[in-house]
C-alpha cells in the first residue's frame, strides 16, 4: 500500500480558552493557511491522506478536532453557530492573523458561519459537499436510510459507501480505495466521535434544518468572501442543488459539479478537485 506524507504526520496540541486543540500540519509554510474543518461524526483522521497531500504540495495546511470532538477535549458543542466560535478559537489560539478555509459536509456550514461572526480573519472559502447555513427551496429531503445511517454510532464500509458515492463500480472503487486509505491512522485506535458529540452535531443538523430561506439568503450574501462552492450531483446527503442555491446568493461565488460523484467527490476526483482548489487560492 503507498505511503502518504499525511500518515506520518504527528499530533500537536494548541490551548484556547475552552479547549486544547489537537491539530496536524504539513506543508511549506509562509503565505495563508488552509484550515480544514471535517464532516458529521469525522476527526482528523478521516481526512483522505492523499487528498491532504495533494492540497500540501505547494502551501501550509492544518488538519484539527473543533471542541469535544475526536482528539480535542472540552465540552462538545450543539449548535453550527459553536462550531464556528471553536474553529475561531482554534485559529486564534495559533496566532494565525488569516486563513483560507475548507470544510467539508458541516465542515462547509461551519466555514461560512466563521467568515460571518469573524470576516477579518478569514480570506478564502471552500465549501465541499455543502450548501449555505440552512436548507434552500426545493432541496429534496434526506432519504430514509441516510437517516437511520446518520443515527448510527457504527457506521461500516457499505453504510459509508451509500452516504458518499454514486451506486456505479467506478464510484464504489474509488470509495474502498478511499476507505483503505483511512483505515491506516483509523486502525492506530484514535478517538472516535463521542456519541455526546455526535448527538449534538445532529441537534445543529437541526436547527440548520429549521433556518427559513430569507434568513439564509441574507447570511449568504453577507459572506463577504470569495466562496468556492464543489459538489457531487448524485450527492444523497447534501443535494447538489443547495450548492447551486448558494452560489446564486454569494456575490463572489465559483460553483463546480461533478456529474459521476456524491458527497465525497473530492477523494473520488482528488488530483481535478485539488487543481481547482490551487486555481481559486491561488497557488
Excluded: C
Excluded at 25 to 52: A, H, K, N, Q
Excluded at 190 to 203: I, M, S
Aim: charged letters at 20%; hydrophobic letters at 45%.
Amino acid at each position: 500500500m503507498t505511503t502518504y506524507a499525511a500518515d506520518t504526520l504527528e499530533n500537536h496540541t494548541t490551548a484556547g480558552p475552552s479547549a486544547v486543540f489537537t491539530y496536524r500540519r504539513t506543508g511549506p509554510r509562509g503565505g495563508v493557511p488552509l484550515v480544514l474543518l471535517m464532516r458529521f461524526r469525522g476527526t482528523i483522521d478521516w481526512w483522505d491522506p492523499e487528498f491532504v497531500d495533494r492540497l500540501a504540495a505547494d502551501r501550509d495546511v492544518i488538519l484539527f478536532d473543533n471542541v469535544g470532538i475526536g482528539y480535542t477535549g472540552g465540552e462538545p458543542r450543539d449548535t453550527a453557530e459553536g462550531f464556528a466560535d471553536g474553529a475561531i478559537e482554534f485559529v486564534e489560539s495559533l496566532g494565525l492573523p488569516r486563513v483560507d478555509l475548507l470544510g467539508w459536509s458541516l465542515g462547509g456550514i461551519v466555514a461560512q458561519l466563521v467568515a460571518l461572526r469573524r470576516p477579518g480573519l478569514v480570506r478564502k472559502i471552500v465549501v465541499a459537499g455543502s450548501s449555505g447555513p440552512g436548507v434552500a427551496p426545493g432541496t429534496p429531503e434526506m432519504g430514509e436510510r441516510v437517516l437511520s445511517i446518520m443515527a448510527k454510532p457504527d457506521a461500516d464500509a457499505e453504510d459509508l459507501l451509500h452516504l458518499f458515492y454514486p451506486e456505479t463500480e467506478p464510484a464504489r472503487a474509488a470509495g474502498l480505495a478511499h476507505l483503505a486509505k483511512v483505515a491506516k491512522r483509523l486502525e492506530a485506535g484514535g478517538p472516535a466521535v463521542t456519541e455526546d458529540a455526535a448527538q449534538g452535531q445532529l441537534a445543529a443538523v437541526g436547527r440548520l434544518l429549521a433556518v427559513e430561506w430569507a434568513q439564509l439568503k441574507a447570511q449568504l450574501r453577507a459572506i463577504g468572501r470569495p466562496v468556492l462552492y464543489a459538489n457531487g450531483i448524485h450527492d444523497v446527503m447534501i443535494p447538489a442543488i443547495g450548492s447551486y442555491k448558494a452560489a446564486e446568493q454569494v456575490p463572489d461565488a465559483t460553483l463546480v459539479l461533478y456529474g459521476d460523484a456524491g458527497h465525497a467527490f473530492l477523494f473520488q476526483h482528488i488530483d481535478e478537485f485539488a487543481a481547482q482548489v490551487d486555481l481559486f487560492l491561488g497557488k
